[in-house]
């Protein structure tokens, strides 16, 4: 359990932040285990995956070893001439791949990462740099590149950039110098030097900086180079116009589709550039199986993360014992305590990992986890026994349906309809009184079968809403105007034709308002409140989005809102796509 990082966790009340609740919803779980020192040099295959790294970078001039220079020297040097430089060590890591895998599966990889954390300038001082700006394609933006793949006509595929962050020049502005350890030595430095440094060429991981370079050198590659188009709207999403491709990235997983002949030339023309790995249909893909197939009318992608969310309880079971599965996440009422919630619970010192081992599964293929998860994570500083309760529901509601997984059908013809689902939850955070939104925005063509989601988000809402309509409208606001509207904008700029976009809400009063544009009941509501109504009222008068009302029982984000009884539940899961997997493939 030690070796699964965990959020922050301070003392008090007030010590998890909203800001931090939604940036939790982003974080990416483990999938590799590292290992430790011991075993590292405990371990020949271990040491001779860090002497095949090494090569591997020395042949790419990842550091310049023809300035070598004795660690010492070097800093006395720069003192007496007032030269700045940044100096760290280089630190040798070995890690499983795939641990969540079967042993046959799994791979033991070196790594070799610049102590970034470490860094020094000449004078002993914690070195400073740059503000680093970029940020990897959102889960929907994946999903929007994977449903125009599976049109009639197009393809979808992916692959790795191959040691990525090593094909771009390090830009630091003031000079780096790595150390090199020991271990990867050549036979000659023993004899020379006690610890040596060279100048670091190329953006070796573990540099603040390097994720910025890397990104910075694929951009000017895709839109200097290949004159493709940056989608300013969504990070790391760009539009070739010439091949009608569509190419989102990762870090160093890039996936494209479009047109079969597009796509191929894409591959074609930016491997001119960077190297990458092979080229293959989307199988798995950021630890997410896609299961792509034919059924008739059209393509049906499962989508599910099986092997993952078994590691998930399995890490639970590893130290607190075997879990009874449970066919829904949420614990009664009835058996949370006032009691419970002011006595520490057992878990407060594993809940984080737990819990963020589970944000990646939710945030790819498992939205019915959502809510639960999010609930939870606000929790964490002030974690109860009660949180126990919940978290052991919650994971032997995912020890039960493990293989579950996200279905998507895209029928051959026709465009679709954007259907922004918005709910919310009045007081929903019996602690902050805070009210919960839920969104939940799909592709539905029309034939009553067919949907393709997109994007979906559960979060507790910024400031304590007075009335469940405004609670509502908190959550519609967010809805439209950071998912709804630029997924239609690209859609459409995509597929070259006008997307019909609705904002679906079973509010009668909230629907009212947004129409009306103020209410004079709600005319306590902040200035900023106001101005989201005013802009919504705006949307819908000027037919860039339409407004539907829809019954409960059909408000697909209310899944995503609030703690729900069997029935209901059940009934939602199957209505946002979640499901078992095929049983034969087609």
Request: contains cysteine.
């Amino acid at each position: 359990m030690t070796q699964v990082p965990k959020m922050p966790t301070v003392k008090g009340v007030m010590a998890h932040e909203e800001q931090g609740l939604w940036l939790a919803q982003e974080v990416l779980a483990l999938v590799h285990r590292p290992l430790t020192r011991d075993e590292i040099a405990q371990s020949p295959r271990a040491k001779e995956a860090l002497l095949s790294e090494a090569s591997q970078m020395r042949s790419l001039g990842v550091w310049d070893e023809s300035r070598a220079i004795e660690v010492d020297e070097l800093m006395n040097r720069c003192r007496l001439s007032g030269e700045s430089i940044h100096i760290s060590e280089i630190m040798p890591i070995c890690h499983v791949k795939n641990s969540e895998l079967p042993p046959e599966q799994q791979k033991l990889k070196g790594r070799l990462v610049f102590r970034g954390d470490a860094c020094r300038n000449e004078k002993g001082i914690k070195a400073i740099y740059r503000e680093i700006k970029s940020l990897p394609a959102t889960v929907h933006s994946i999903n929007i590149v994977l449903y125009y793949g599976l049109r009639e006509g197009n393809k979808v595929e992916i692959s790795d950039a191959t040691k990525a962050y090593l094909q771009a020049p390090l830009k630091s502005e003031v000079p780096t110098w790595a150390i090199i350890p020991k271990i990867i030595w050549h036979n000659h430095w023993f004899k020379k030097y006690k610890r040596v440094a060279c100048p670091l060429v190329r953006a070796l991981y573990g540099h603040q900086t390097s994720g910025d370079d890397w990104f910075d050198y694929f951009d000017s590659t895709l839109v200097d180079k290949m004159k493709g188009c940056r989608i300013e709207e969504f990070p790391s999403l760009w539009w070739f116009e010439e091949w009608e491709v569509l190419v989102a990235a990762y870090v160093d997983d890039v996936i494209a589709s479009g047109p079969i002949a597009g796509v191929d030339s894409f591959w074609k023309e930016v491997c001119k550039h960077i190297t990458f790995d092979e080229i293959t249909s989307p199988g798995r893909y950021l630890g997410r199986d896609h299961l792509i197939f034919e059924l008739g009318k059209g393509k049906t992608v499962f989508m599910a993360m099986t092997d993952y969310a078994k590691s998930a309880y399995e890490m639970y079971e590893h130290e607190f014992g075997v879990l009874k599965p449970h066919e829904t996440p949420f614990v009664s009422d009835s058996m949370l305590t006032t009691e419970g919630f002011e006595s520490q619970g057992h878990l407060a010192g594993s809940a984080a990992s737990l819990l963020m081992k589970l944000l990646w599964l939710a945030r790819l293929s498992r939205p019915d986890l959502s809510f639960s998860i999010v609930s939870l994570a606000g929790s964490i500083s002030k974690w109860s026994r009660n949180h126990d309760l919940q978290l052991k529901r919650l994971l032997g509601y995912v020890k039960h349906t493990y293989k579950m997984g996200l279905w998507g059908v895209v029928p051959h013809s026709g465009v679709p309809k954007l259907n922004v689902y918005c709910d919310a939850d009045l007081a929903g955070d019996h602690l902050t009184c805070k009210s919960h939104s839920g969104i939940y925005v799909v592709l539905d063509f029309g034939d009553g079968e067919s949907s393709f989601p997109l994007s979906w988000s559960s979060k507790r809402q910024t400031a304590v809403a007075r009335s469940t309509t405004e609670a509502e409208l908190a959550s519609a606001n967010e809805g439209v105007f950071q998912d709804g509207i630029p997924i239609k904008i690209l859609l459409e700029r995509v597929l070259g034709s006008e997307v019909r976009t609705a904002l679906c809400e079973d509010n009668t009063a909230c629907i009212s308002v947004i129409q009306a544009g103020y209410s004079p009941k709600l005319r306590s509501m902040s200035r900023t409140h106001r101005i989201s109504v005013a802009a919504l009222s705006e949307a819908i008068t000027t037919q860039v989005i339409d407004i539907e009302h829809v019954e409960s029982k059909l408000q697909l984000a209310d899944i995503l809102t609030k703690a729900l009884n069997r029935i209901i539940f059940l009934q939602l899961r199957n209505m946002i796509g979640v499901g078992n997997p095929p049983e034969t493939q087609t």
